[in-house]
């Protein structure tokens, strides 16, 4: 969708254009905040000690009175969380809302670790810079400004829907939106750039995402997608959602609470990781739909493709005294088992996490020094069990974690 600068590492008054597909460049001109925190590619380092603080950002509720009435959506396939069947992932997703985020035996929340390695994993890597680059984490603090990353809203039914104008009306899904003044948008109510408007609906578990969303006189958006959570239906072949691989991207989003319940309770995070590429091939590959590339899938990766940070990294050595170093083991556990997914175009190597709760800067720091040569490309074309759905199942030759 677009190309972001490491933040911070731009000078004042820089002015990129920002491509999302092929035809359509996006103007953004880089705030004085955007500039405070560059992403560095330096090895962790001790940080002063930071308190530990609660969660206390929750996603807002909207529970004003419906105004709008709610547009029928078709019925979902299966009217409740799937649970893992003989031969498919069994790991349990995280509830948000209540609401499954995606069945147990989606591809989202398999465990990838024991798939064998894609054959294009060197070229992609190369590709991607990975000799010299560290992950950078998408997300975090922003003095004086709006958090980094990704916020989402939660509400009810009750909450007014309404039309919503898409530039890209032929790829998205045009029913009523629970959009409104009081949903929180990426980057801030006023800001430039991608402007995401994630809206889960804890009655129905649905998601609404949205690209480019405003709201004023009269709601527009570059492109929406609405997903059945309880569901592994994927989008029409070829169709781009609120990402440019087609995806969801709720499900790829780290947050703090969950960082901090896995830490607390001893259990493990289990689903993939949204991440960008500078340079992707003109081809998508499952569970991705949409493709925003140039180039042959034999040298650059495709949307969709999955990667895992190998088991032979230290993750016991990664820290030891720092602040947070448990919170960071966790992520490391979780990119071994789970991996990340390439959803967008943007800088290498960058991960998606939500705004809220806020990120503990600490935290972020350590996250910033993960090699991305410690990574592989994975292919798990073997799990799926039809191209339109996202549902995942191991067999002989295909094992999950």
Same mark, same amino acid.
């Given at each position: ?40 590619? #330096? $090895?962790? /380092? *001790? @940080? ?6 609660? +969660? %206390? ?5 909207? &529970? !004003?009175? #419906? $105004?709008? /009435? *709610? @547009? ?6 299966? +009217? %409740? ?5 003989? &031969? !498919?992932? #069994? ?311």
């Amino acid at each position: 969708m677009r190309r972001r600068a490491p933040r911070g590492c731009a000078s004042i008054g820089l002015v990129l254009i920002l491509p999302r597909f092929h035809t359509r460049p996006l103007l953004l001109v880089l705030p004085v905040a955007f500039l405070a925190a560059c992403g560095g590619a #330096a $090895a962790p /380092a *001790s @940080a002063p000690a930071a308190k530990d603080p609660v +969660a %206390s950002q929750p996603a807002k509720v909207g &529970g !004003q009175p #419906a $105004a709008v /009435a *709610s @547009a029928k959506l078709p019925s979902p396939k299966n +009217a %409740s969380a799937k649970h893992a069947r003989p &031969g !498919q992932a #069994a790991s349990n997703p995280d509830l948000l809302a209540n609401c499954p985020i995606f069945p147990a035996d989606n591809v989202w929340n398999t465990d990838i670790s024991k798939l064998p390695v894609d054959p294009h994993s060197a070229a992609w890597m190369r590709s991607m810079n990975s000799g010299s680059t560290y992950l950078h984490p998408d997300f975090g603090p922003n003095a004086g400004g709006y958090p980094y990353g990704i916020p989402y809203t939660v509400l009810t039914d009750a909450h007014p829907k309404v039309h919503v104008t898409f530039r890209y009306a032929s790829e998205s899904d045009r029913w009523l939106y629970p959009f409104g003044p009081d949903t929180r948008i990426e980057g801030g109510q006023n800001a430039g750039g991608d402007r995401h408007a994630l809206m889960l609906d804890s009655s129905s578990c649905r998601l609404y995402e949205l690209w480019n969303a405003r709201y004023g006189s009269h709601a527009t958006a570059g492109s929406g997608a609405i997903w059945n959570l309880r569901s592994d239906a994927l989008r029409p072949a070829g169709w781009t959602s609120a990402d440019a691989a087609g995806l969801p991207i709720l499900p790829g989003l780290l947050n703090f609470a969950q960082i901090r319940r896995a830490v607390q309770t001893g259990t493990p995070i289990t689903h993939a990781i949204r991440f960008t590429a500078d340079r992707t091939s003109a081809a998508y590959i499952w569970p991705a739909r949409h493709q925003a590339g140039s180039g042959s899938m034999a040298t650059l990766p495709p949307m969709g493709a999955r990667f895992r940070l190998k088991l032979n990294f230290n993750v016991a050595g990664y820290c030891h005294s720092a602040p947070y170093c448990a919170y960071a083991k966790a992520v490391l556990t979780e990119m071994q088992h789970y991996g990340l997914i390439l959803a967008d175009n943007g800088s290498n190597w960058y991960f998606g996490g939500a705004a809220f709760p806020q990120w503990p800067d600490a935290l972020v720091s350590l996250l910033k020094g993960i090699p991305a040569s410690a990574f592989e490309a994975v292919n798990e074309s073997c799990l799926k069990v039809s191209a339109n759905s996202g549902q995942a199942q191991a067999h002989a030759g295909c094992p999950i974690g």
